[in-house]
């Protein structure tokens, strides 16, 4: 017995009348009449009774019905969740991200996708950007919003870029540099620096020291916190010049002046393409519309920056 059976027989038990019922399924009421008798010797038990006149529900084929419809429904929705998975409409994102490069858009891009897809169960990780990719390449997240490292080709994953973040100075708005359009490498010789600690971003890390190694100096590193929230508090505090990327400066608070030449760290989607499941896909093709309408990033203001550099 399978569930066209059941069917048949929810048919006829509904219609009380196997003809109404084989023009309700469109089918000969022979193989209706068939398709009863064959439930009844699977179950062993009249379910319905038949007379030239009527056709009756027996208690048995009561319970039938009652049981058919239950099940039928459940196997439709789950015919139903099987398509929307299919379709990324429905599963689990298990997302790793970098927290200050993603603030400016993460949460208003997984408001979209909420809405787009509410049925997707998402988990966020905030890591390193060594961790995320680790844990990507061993399947306990599907994707990851974060920086290349130095093992990154090793891992096998695939990536896109997002953005390439310039790198430049923080200084409070009422610093006496905060009016500069930009400034040169070489002016950060012999100023104490505020750059993030390379166990929590060795690229941002590397990328500063490369661009002071070119300028011909060794940088004077005054404080290499783990945040960069920490990073632009001693800056606030008169600490020294932190050297941060465009997209984490919050304009009412400090300015950010771009260092020349430039140098930027790139901020990349990372996955692995054996576990690329539904919905990774329309999480990608959303971040891809997002970049192409440049909805990911508003760059940051300097507003009153007139002096060049």
């Not at 708005?173 to 930009?182: E, M």
């Not at 499941?277 to 203001?301: G, I, N």
């Amino acid at each position: 017995m399978d569930l066209r059976h059941l069917r048949y027989f929810q048919a006829v038990a509904e219609e009380l009348s196997f003809s109404r019922a084989a023009r309700r399924l469109r089918i000969a009421q022979p193989a209706l009449s068939r398709a009863v008798r064959e439930v009844e010797a699977v179950l062993g038990a009249t379910v319905l009774e038949r007379s030239r006149h009527h056709v009756r529900l027996t208690p048995a084929g009561a319970v039938l019905l009652k049981e058919t419809a239950l099940l039928l429904e459940r196997w439709e929705e789950s015919m139903r969740r099987v398509k929307r998975t299919a379709s990324g409409e429905e599963g689990e994102l298990r997302l790793g991200y970098i927290g200050p490069p993603t603030q400016p858009f993460l949460g208003r891009l997984l408001l979209e996708y909420r809405t787009l897809y509410p049925r997707v169960s998402i988990h966020l990780e905030e890591r390193t950007p060594e961790r995320v990719w680790e844990m990507v390449a061993k399947g306990r997240l599907s994707a990851a919003l974060t920086r290349p490292v130095e093992s990154h080709q090793a891992l096998g994953l695939k990536t896109i870029l997002l953005r390439e973040e310039r790198l430049g100075v923080a200084v409070p708005s009422s610093h006496p540099l905060s009016k500069r359009r930009s400034l040169p490498w070489k002016s950060l010789d012999h100023q104490p620096l505020i750059v993030l600690a390379r166990r929590e971003g060795m690229g941002l890390h590397d990328a500063v020291l490369a661009g002071c190694r070119q300028a011909g100096f060794i940088p004077k590193l005054a404080y290499t916190p783990s945040l960069i929230g920490t990073v632009l508090s001693y800056v606030e505090a008169g600490a020294g010049l932190g050297v941060v990327t465009d997209s984490v400066i919050a304009p009412s608070s400090h300015r950010f002046i771009p260092l020349t030449p430039t140098v930027a760290v790139p901020l990349v989607l990372v996955w692995q393409e054996d576990d690329d499941s539904p919905p990774v896909q329309r999480f990608r093709e959303l971040l891809l519309h997002w970049k192409a309408a440049k909805k990911l990033w508003s760059q940051p203001e300097n507003t009153g920056n007139t002096e060049r550099a």
